[in-house]
Protein backbone atom coordinates (compact mmCIF):
# COMPACT_ATOMS: atom_id res chain seq x y z
CA UNK A 1 0.00 0.00 0.00
CA UNK A 2 1.58 3.39 -1.33
CA UNK A 3 0.53 5.94 1.81
CA UNK A 4 1.27 9.44 1.50
CA UNK A 5 2.46 11.53 4.49
CA UNK A 6 -1.15 13.29 5.15
CA UNK A 7 -3.15 9.92 4.56
CA UNK A 8 -0.55 8.48 7.29
CA UNK A 9 -0.92 11.63 10.08
CA UNK A 10 -4.51 11.35 9.38
CA UNK A 11 -4.61 8.04 10.46
CA UNK A 12 -2.38 8.53 13.19
CA UNK A 13 -4.15 11.18 14.55
CA UNK A 14 -7.75 9.37 14.29
CA UNK A 15 -6.05 6.56 16.38
CA UNK A 16 -4.88 8.73 18.68
CA UNK A 17 -8.26 10.59 19.22
CA UNK A 18 -10.26 7.25 19.81
CA UNK A 19 -7.83 6.80 22.87
CA UNK A 20 -8.44 10.28 24.26
CA UNK A 21 -10.83 10.29 26.85
CA UNK A 22 -12.86 13.21 25.29
CA UNK A 23 -13.77 13.57 21.86
CA UNK A 24 -12.25 16.61 19.65
CA UNK A 25 -14.03 18.82 17.14
CA UNK A 26 -12.47 20.42 14.63
CA UNK A 27 -14.83 22.22 11.39
CA UNK A 28 -11.30 21.87 9.58
CA UNK A 29 -11.08 18.06 9.73
CA UNK A 30 -8.57 17.68 12.04
CA UNK A 31 -10.68 15.80 14.99
CA UNK A 32 -12.58 12.90 15.34
CA UNK A 33 -15.45 15.08 14.84
CA UNK A 34 -16.45 17.87 12.22
CA UNK A 35 -19.03 19.01 14.34
CA UNK A 36 -20.25 19.16 17.82
CA UNK A 37 -23.69 17.90 17.23
CA UNK A 38 -22.01 14.91 15.46
CA UNK A 39 -20.44 14.24 18.86
CA UNK A 40 -23.22 14.73 21.01
CA UNK A 41 -25.33 12.63 18.95
CA UNK A 42 -22.63 10.03 19.36
CA UNK A 43 -23.27 10.09 23.62
CA UNK A 44 -19.85 11.48 24.24
CA UNK A 45 -19.82 13.17 27.40
CA UNK A 46 -16.63 15.38 27.24
CA UNK A 47 -16.19 17.52 24.00
CA UNK A 48 -13.44 19.35 23.30
CA UNK A 49 -13.91 22.08 20.88
CA UNK A 50 -10.99 23.43 18.36
CA UNK A 51 -10.92 26.86 17.27
CA UNK A 52 -12.88 27.86 14.26
CA UNK A 53 -16.79 29.05 13.05
CA UNK A 54 -18.48 26.15 14.25
CA UNK A 55 -22.77 25.33 13.12
CA UNK A 56 -25.48 25.61 15.92
CA UNK A 57 -25.79 22.39 18.73
CA UNK A 58 -28.60 21.05 20.24
CA UNK A 59 -28.22 19.71 23.60
CA UNK A 60 -31.66 17.85 23.85
CA UNK A 61 -33.93 17.04 26.78
CA UNK A 62 -32.37 13.43 28.31
CA UNK A 63 -28.44 14.79 27.02
CA UNK A 64 -27.18 15.00 30.49
CA UNK A 65 -23.96 15.24 32.20
CA UNK A 66 -22.50 16.38 28.94
CA UNK A 67 -19.41 18.40 29.31
CA UNK A 68 -18.25 21.29 26.26
CA UNK A 69 -15.18 23.17 26.36
CA UNK A 70 -13.98 25.48 23.39
CA UNK A 71 -10.70 26.84 22.77
CA UNK A 72 -11.19 30.09 24.71
CA UNK A 73 -12.10 33.91 23.52
CA UNK A 74 -13.30 34.69 20.45
CA UNK A 75 -11.59 31.83 18.65
CA UNK A 76 -14.03 29.44 18.94
CA UNK A 77 -17.19 30.96 17.43
CA UNK A 78 -20.86 29.05 16.52
CA UNK A 79 -22.64 31.23 14.52
CA UNK A 80 -26.31 30.40 13.33
CA UNK A 81 -24.81 31.38 9.58
CA UNK A 82 -27.74 34.20 9.37
CA UNK A 83 -30.43 31.64 10.17
CA UNK A 84 -33.09 33.38 12.13
CA UNK A 85 -35.38 30.31 12.82
CA UNK A 86 -32.17 28.69 15.25
CA UNK A 87 -30.61 29.72 18.16
CA UNK A 88 -26.95 29.45 18.22
CA UNK A 89 -26.77 26.83 21.08
CA UNK A 90 -29.88 25.02 22.66
CA UNK A 91 -29.50 23.81 26.26
CA UNK A 92 -32.51 21.28 27.19
CA UNK A 93 -30.47 18.48 28.88
CA UNK A 94 -28.97 18.91 32.51
CA UNK A 95 -26.31 18.87 34.82
CA UNK A 96 -24.01 20.56 31.72
CA UNK A 97 -20.69 22.59 31.96
CA UNK A 98 -20.01 24.59 28.89
CA UNK A 99 -16.69 26.59 29.16
CA UNK A 100 -14.59 29.05 26.75
CA UNK A 101 -17.00 29.48 23.82
CA UNK A 102 -17.50 32.00 21.71
CA UNK A 103 -21.93 32.67 20.26
CA UNK A 104 -22.73 34.82 17.19
CA UNK A 105 -26.53 35.04 15.56
CA UNK A 106 -26.82 38.06 13.89
CA UNK A 107 -24.11 38.26 11.33
CA UNK A 108 -23.93 41.62 9.46
CA UNK A 109 -26.27 42.96 12.21
CA UNK A 110 -29.19 41.21 10.13
CA UNK A 111 -31.16 40.45 13.36
CA UNK A 112 -34.80 38.47 13.12
CA UNK A 113 -35.48 37.29 16.32
CA UNK A 114 -33.70 34.21 18.04
CA UNK A 115 -31.57 34.15 21.03
CA UNK A 116 -28.04 32.95 21.17
CA UNK A 117 -28.12 30.81 23.70
CA UNK A 118 -31.33 29.71 24.47
CA UNK A 119 -31.22 27.26 27.86
CA UNK A 120 -33.85 25.80 29.33
CA UNK A 121 -31.87 22.71 31.05
CA UNK A 122 -31.37 22.58 34.76
CA UNK A 123 -28.46 22.50 36.76
CA UNK A 124 -26.16 23.84 34.48
CA UNK A 125 -22.85 26.03 34.30
CA UNK A 126 -20.89 28.11 32.01
CA UNK A 127 -17.61 29.45 32.44
CA UNK A 128 -16.00 32.00 30.27
CA UNK A 129 -18.80 32.10 27.67
CA UNK A 130 -19.27 35.11 25.28
CA UNK A 131 -22.12 36.49 23.29
CA UNK A 132 -20.81 38.53 20.43
CA UNK A 133 -24.51 39.47 18.94
CA UNK A 134 -28.02 38.25 19.24
CA UNK A 135 -31.00 38.76 17.53
CA UNK A 136 -32.97 38.76 20.77
CA UNK A 137 -31.07 37.87 24.42
CA UNK A 138 -27.95 36.66 24.52
CA UNK A 139 -28.35 34.13 27.12
CA UNK A 140 -31.96 33.11 27.78
CA UNK A 141 -32.58 31.02 30.40
CA UNK A 142 -35.53 29.23 32.05
CA UNK A 143 -33.56 26.72 33.64
CA UNK A 144 -32.85 26.30 37.43
CA UNK A 145 -30.23 26.56 39.30
CA UNK A 146 -27.81 27.71 35.94
CA UNK A 147 -24.95 29.35 37.15
CA UNK A 148 -23.03 32.18 34.90
CA UNK A 149 -19.11 32.56 36.05
CA UNK A 150 -17.24 35.39 33.93
CA UNK A 151 -19.35 35.43 30.79
CA UNK A 152 -19.75 38.49 28.90
CA UNK A 153 -22.46 39.99 26.29
CA UNK A 154 -20.73 41.84 23.62
CA UNK A 155 -24.10 43.21 21.71
CA UNK A 156 -27.97 42.61 22.29
CA UNK A 157 -30.77 43.21 20.38
CA UNK A 158 -32.96 42.14 23.70
CA UNK A 159 -31.65 41.15 27.18
CA UNK A 160 -27.89 40.39 27.94
CA UNK A 161 -28.71 37.89 30.65
CA UNK A 162 -32.59 36.92 30.69
CA UNK A 163 -33.26 34.81 33.75
CA UNK A 164 -37.11 32.84 34.79
CA UNK A 165 -35.73 30.07 36.54
CA UNK A 166 -35.24 30.05 39.94
CA UNK A 167 -31.85 29.61 42.08
CA UNK A 168 -29.06 31.35 39.09
CA UNK A 169 -25.91 32.71 40.11
CA UNK A 170 -24.32 35.11 37.79
CA UNK A 171 -20.85 36.50 39.52
CA UNK A 172 -18.21 38.62 37.43
CA UNK A 173 -19.81 38.97 34.22
CA UNK A 174 -20.26 41.22 31.95
CA UNK A 175 -23.35 42.96 29.76
CA UNK A 176 -22.52 45.93 27.26
CA UNK A 177 -24.43 46.87 24.43
CA UNK A 178 -28.33 45.95 24.52
CA UNK A 179 -30.61 47.53 22.40
CA UNK A 180 -34.39 49.01 22.86
CA UNK A 181 -35.63 48.22 25.86
CA UNK A 182 -33.71 45.43 26.85
CA UNK A 183 -31.99 45.03 30.30
CA UNK A 184 -28.23 44.37 30.91
CA UNK A 185 -29.33 41.33 33.57
CA UNK A 186 -33.26 40.48 34.24
CA UNK A 187 -34.40 38.34 36.98
CA UNK A 188 -38.32 37.59 35.35
CA UNK A 189 -40.78 36.64 38.04
CA UNK A 190 -39.69 32.73 38.14
CA UNK A 191 -36.03 33.84 39.17
CA UNK A 192 -36.48 33.51 42.87
CA UNK A 193 -33.46 33.18 45.48
CA UNK A 194 -31.18 34.15 42.72
CA UNK A 195 -27.45 35.30 42.97
CA UNK A 196 -25.94 38.43 41.20
CA UNK A 197 -22.73 39.37 42.61
CA UNK A 198 -19.55 41.40 41.26
CA UNK A 199 -20.97 42.15 37.63
CA UNK A 200 -21.00 44.98 35.37
CA UNK A 201 -23.21 46.58 32.94
CA UNK A 202 -23.71 49.25 30.69
CA UNK A 203 -27.12 49.09 31.48
CA UNK A 204 -30.02 48.44 33.62
CA UNK A 205 -30.03 45.01 35.75
CA UNK A 206 -33.84 44.38 37.10
CA UNK A 207 -35.07 42.18 40.05
CA UNK A 208 -38.44 42.13 38.84
CA UNK A 209 -41.54 41.48 41.08
CA UNK A 210 -41.46 37.72 42.00
CA UNK A 211 -38.16 37.29 41.86
CA UNK A 212 -37.89 37.23 45.69
CA UNK A 213 -35.01 36.28 47.93
CA UNK A 214 -32.76 36.81 45.85
CA UNK A 215 -29.21 38.67 46.16
CA UNK A 216 -27.86 41.56 44.32
CA UNK A 217 -24.39 42.87 45.97
CA UNK A 218 -20.83 44.64 44.73
CA UNK A 219 -22.40 44.90 41.20
CA UNK A 220 -21.47 47.89 39.01
CA UNK A 221 -23.97 49.38 35.77
CA UNK A 222 -24.78 52.24 34.04
CA UNK A 223 -28.27 52.43 34.09
CA UNK A 224 -28.51 51.41 37.87
CA UNK A 225 -30.28 48.32 40.34
CA UNK A 226 -34.07 47.76 40.38
CA UNK A 227 -35.31 45.67 43.09
CA UNK A 228 -39.37 45.39 43.25
CA UNK A 229 -38.85 41.67 44.19
CA UNK A 230 -39.90 41.06 47.72
CA UNK A 231 -37.30 40.42 50.67
CA UNK A 232 -33.99 40.35 48.16
CA UNK A 233 -30.96 42.00 49.35
CA UNK A 234 -29.95 44.27 47.07
CA UNK A 235 -26.63 45.88 48.59
CA UNK A 236 -23.15 47.91 47.97
CA UNK A 237 -24.20 48.44 44.15
CA UNK A 238 -22.93 51.47 42.24
CA UNK A 239 -23.50 53.06 39.07
CA UNK A 240 -21.87 55.15 37.74
Known sequence: MNWTTAALQAVVRQTVYRMLPYAVVDINGWGRYHTIQDAIDADHKWIVVKAGTHPPFNLASGQDNVKIEGSGGRSCIVDNASDTSVAAAVIAGAGYRISDMCFYTAPGGAGGGCHAVSISGSAGWFFRCMVLDADLSAF??????????????????????????????????????????????????????????????????????GADNSLGVANITDGGFTDSSTGSTASNNEQY
Request: hydrophobic share 45%; proline share 0%; with cysteine.
Open 140 to 209: SCTGQEVSFHQCEVIDSDGNGFYLAGARAMLVGCISQAVSGAGTAFYADSAADQSLFVANHSHATMVLAA
